[in-house]
């Protein structure tokens, strides 16, 4: 019983360590959020032609989601919120999820 408890405690610490994606680690974090809100200003600018403010970056911190949450809105009207979902998995950072009635 003893043993199978280890073993379990270590198949865990494995899975967990091994499981974040290194983007949210705490040396990469930073980077990774300037990544996003660029990846997501230039998409909005390109696909909709608005300026906008990122006023708040977020992940689930769950494992093995290669996900950024934003939350902003456009420039000279807070009171037009969006969010969006980047993908920052393989490093693309790619919008997947726009929604500007936030």
Known sequence: M???IIAL?????????QGMPKEFSEEA????KE????????HLKNENNIDVTINEVSSL????IHEVYLEGH???NENKKISAIVD???ENYQVKF?????
């Open 2 to 4: 003893g043993t199978t």
């Open 9 to 17: 405690a270590l198949a865990a610490f494995f899975l967990i360590d």
């Open 29 to 32: 974090w930073s980077n990774t």
């Open 35 to 42: 990544k996003a809100i660029q990846a997501t200003v230039e």
């Open 61 to 64: 911190g769950e494992y093995a």
């Open 74 to 76: 456009v420039i000279g």
């Open 88 to 90: 920052t998995s393989e």
């Open 98 to 102: 726009v929604d500007m009635n936030a």
